[in-house]
């Protein structure tokens, strides 16, 4: 199961369904959310998160909405299946390393990558060329 932010879900059970075992009703939406788009691809229904928490339609959206405005959530109005969760894919991708055995220092990843300087580069010295001495008695 996909652990997120504040690690909620069981250690043993796995799938959107597992995600209402522990935490609060908006930290267990946003584990099925995020174990949703990892197995399946794709964002879930509003629906979909009603059934996995087992709340009404209505309580599901008010759990999204809570967790839009917390920004752990985006979602693009009157767009169906449109629920994002930004920086999923990049957290899916460090832990499915960390499940093949690869160790991802996240000190590492936080290090913005060198700059090059905002002024034009150093100049090159220009060399000139010199002819052969062969050349040059010819």
């Known amino acids: 199961m996909f652990r997120a932010p504040g690690g909620t879900g069981g250690d043993n059970m796995t799938g959107p369904a597992a995600a209402t075992a522990t935490g609060s ?14 197995e399946r691809g794709h964002s879930p229904a509003m629906i979909d998160i009603a059934r996995g928490l087992k709340v ?8 999204v909405d809570q967790l839009i405005v917390d920004g752990d959530v985006e ?16 957290r899916a991708a460090i832990a499915q390393l960390r499940r093949d055995g690869f160790v991802v220092d996240e000190d590492v990843l936080a290090v913005s990558p060198a700059t ?7 100049l ?9 001495h062969d050349d040059a008695r010819q």
């Open 75 to 90: 979602r693009l109005v009157g767009a169906q299946r449109a629920i994002t969760v930004p920086g999923l894919a990049r």
């Open 56 to 63: 009404s339609k209505q309580r599901a959206r008010t759990l």
């Open 124 to 132: 090159v010295a220009i060399i000139e060329h010199l002819p052969d």
């Open 116 to 122: 090059l300087p905002k002024d034009n580069l150093s």
């Open 25 to 38: 009703r908006k930290a267990q939406a946003l584990a099925f959310i995020c174990d949703f788009i990892v």
